[in-house]
């Protein structure tokens, strides 16, 4: 059997399709958002929303995203934002690949495309979980591709991050 070639534009298209496909299948197994609200506030300095959310005596909740990921929605939608919208965490985001500006943890002046570099982040969506001084408390949370655990995964650094907070 003869294999024919196939050009790049036909392997770019396939992947397309094999991602909205995934996203799709993963959208079917997670719950809907419980909430109209289904964005999250963009981080605007780190330090203050941190600081706020160690008054409530919760960990600081960020999810890193990027534009067009659809693993992202569903992270954001279903999980996230619920939350948020329910009094029950300080959630921010940050994107990746913008020059949107941002304040660390220390007051310094950078961006969202910059702080995701310095966390070395390479994948989206990445959920991170801050106590004090700007520590990650829990082990980020990488990826979107697990909807069955999803939720779990989630709860399990939300426990570990508030004990450290808390404890």
Known sequence: ??????????????????HLMVAGALAAFVPAARSASSTLPQAVSLADE???????GEPLVVM?????CPFCVVAR????????AEGRLDIVQVDMRTGRPLK???????THEEMTRRWAIKLAPTVLFFGKGGQEVAE???????????GAYLDQRLEAARKAVRG
């Open 140 to 150: 980020r949370l990488v990826g979107g591709m697990l909807p069955d655990f999803y």
């Open 1 to 18: 059997m003869k294999l024919s070639p196939v050009s790049g534009s036909t392997v770019a298209a396939s992947l397309q399709r094999r």
């Open 77 to 84: 939608n279903s999980y996230l934002a619920p939350l948020r």
């Open 50 to 56: 941190l600081a706020a959310a160690l008054r409530h």
């Open 64 to 68: 890193v995203s990027l534009e067009g």
């Open 104 to 110: 660390d943890f220390q007051g310094q002046a950078l």
